[in-house]
């Protein structure tokens, strides 16, 4: 069966640059659009970030272009998240997701989320 695991997450001061890695399994990996998508305390799910499956298209919510960097490695089966210059704002459970949308309605499996806490 699909399994998305994500980890990464935890408290960082704003500023911080930490990384989010997703392990995946029970399906072709490199053959699916993969993407993160959050969730700020209090609030509705928010799509980030998609990459296609041999990792040569890329897209972004507008908040985090110039800040984050989506990537995958296809032979480790693990879609990455590289965020920067965090601010508070971007507290927020992490959710690795398989979909080819922009919208967290079309996600179609998930993990159960990293938490990211960014301290001000």
């Known amino acids: 069966q699909v399994q998305l695991v994500e980890s990464g997450g935890g408290l960082v001061q704003t500023g911080g640059s930490p990384r989010l890695s997703c392990a995946a399994s029970?399906?072709?990996?490199?053959?699916?659009?993969m993407d993160w998508v959050r969730q700020a305390p209090g609030k509705g799910l928010e799509w980030v970030s998609a990459?296609?499956?041999?990792?040569?298209?890329?897209r972004y919510k507008d908040s985090v272009k110039g800040r984050f960097t989506i990537s995958r490695d296809n032979a480790k089966n693990t879609l990455y998240l590289q965020m920067n210059k965090l601010e508070p704002e971007d507290t927020a459970v992490y959710y690795c997701?398989?979909?080819?949308?922009?919208?967290?309605?079309?996600?179609?499996?998930w993990g159960k989320g990293t938490l990211v806490t960014v301290s001000s």
């Open positions: 029970g399906f072709t990996f490199s053959s699916y659009w």
């Open positions: 990459i296609y499956g041999d990792g040569m298209s890329t």
């Open positions: 997701a398989r979909g080819a949308g922009v919208h967290p309605a079309d996600m179609n499996y």
